[in-house]
């Protein structure tokens, strides 16, 4: 037996038709939906999937402007350009690309963006409200997780679903749009103690860490749906996820790395920027 | 063997004493530390524990304003009133008391108040500064757990810690205050299928869902250390927790109802409008 294989393309270009058609209808009047991606770094990963989203864009009918304030700028400098794109009826939503320069914390760069342009979530204010409840964009690689298993129709309510990985910008929002779909949500992370029994115990698990192949077929109960948000560059110039292949030997489920959570996070970054658009 | 009483007595009085000093030096000072409490209800309950705030506000040197809106309040009012004090200089913190009169949400109204003044932690911000890491007021029940097991010497790092309740007042941080210490966190609620299977998982256990004995024996593993939010009120006029005191029997340490959580939680409300009257 074999896992199903959970594919984020079909998902991505269902996302991707939908924002075409309200960009169009906000082009059509002269709104043009725009994204603004600031950055400051001269990674090279970082500088490919701003070119990933700014293709995207494009061929959505989005407009996509890219601030390159360059890897020696201050955390004035970053924070000033934020508050100006904020400040701007042009753009709708503002993403604040990662890495940044030493000494700046993008938790605390993005409370200069509005929670209503914070099309990925990343003011800490968006991830309260998300918390309590309320009205605001979560990540979009979050979401994607939980788009890509709903899209799959996997189970949520009432299920265990472990994720491993405590960061803000996925490992915690993920664990509130899970607890909001009804699972029982346990977090792990590099602390925790016989990890492999933990993971065990999650009928959904989603790796969410930044270390290839941490999760291995002793880490997946038989059955489980395994969600993989690892991108991890391997020396011969490929991406592999946080989990072994192998896994899907046992597993329900898995999401291949690159085509898993990927694609359907760059679509949700733009129809958060369409909707948040045709709020304005 | 008999578990450990994971009493919150000794601990608030000492909490309570240090709040003695500071506010002291700040009525010495002429601007003494005053909290606003902010009530829209003729809820008994309610009023009890604001009587019980202010009386341990007056002990400690605090000063208290119950601003009572009456329980047919408006939003409207309610969110003028919460900006007013939020803009007084004189006053260091703010709570909204619950419950609210029909139509009114908590987490929306309690925007109003600056993450400064939020001695309670209930503005959405405030929980996710305090999930980014960054500084935050902890809504003060939420806080007084993770209080009441560290001045126990419950270790926590890399321990598994179950939370029964995902509420945004008291779970939901929690969550976010024990993975900050590195325990491995499960969130129960209402849907978790085989709730006893999934706490006696729990070398932590903390139940916040506030229904009479939830918790039996069944569900603590042997050994386990057991937090009690709940404060339900009994016919006949006492208040019991959320946990059968039975657990006691095999459990490694249970907190009492009254005594354990409350008077700490009391007693952080306390710190935290000091503390924010030496930062104004």
Known sequence: MSAAVLSGKELAAGIRADVRERAAVLADRGTPARLAVVTATADEASAWYVRSIASAAGKAGLECDVRDLGADATVERIRAELARLDADSAVHGVILQTP??????????????????????????????????????????????????????????????????????????????????????????SRTADLAAVVREGEVVVAAV?????????????????????????????????????VAEHAGGLSPVPGGVGPVTTALLLRHTVEAAERA
Chains 1, 2 share one sequence.
């Open 100 to 189: 940044l320069p030493a000494g700046a914390r993008a938790e605390e760069l993005a409370r200069a963006i509005g929670p209503g342009k914070d099309v990925d979530g990343a003011n800490p204010l968006s991830l309260g409200l998300l918390a309590a409840g309320l009205p605001a964009f979560a990540p979009a690689t979050a979401e994607a997780v939980v788009s890509l298993l709903e899209h799959h129709e996997v189970p949520l309510s009432g299920r265990r679903a472990v994720v491993v990985g405590r960061s803000t910008v996925v490992g915690k929002p993920l664990a509130h749009l899970l607890l909001d779909r009804n699972a029982t949500v346990t977090v792990c992370h």
């Open 210 to 246: 930044g270390r290839a192949a941490l999760l291995t077929p002793g880490h997946i109960a038989a059955g489980a749906f395994v969600v993989d948000v690892g991108t991890n560059p391997t020396p011969d110039g490929r991406l592999v996820g946080d989990v072994d292949p192998a």
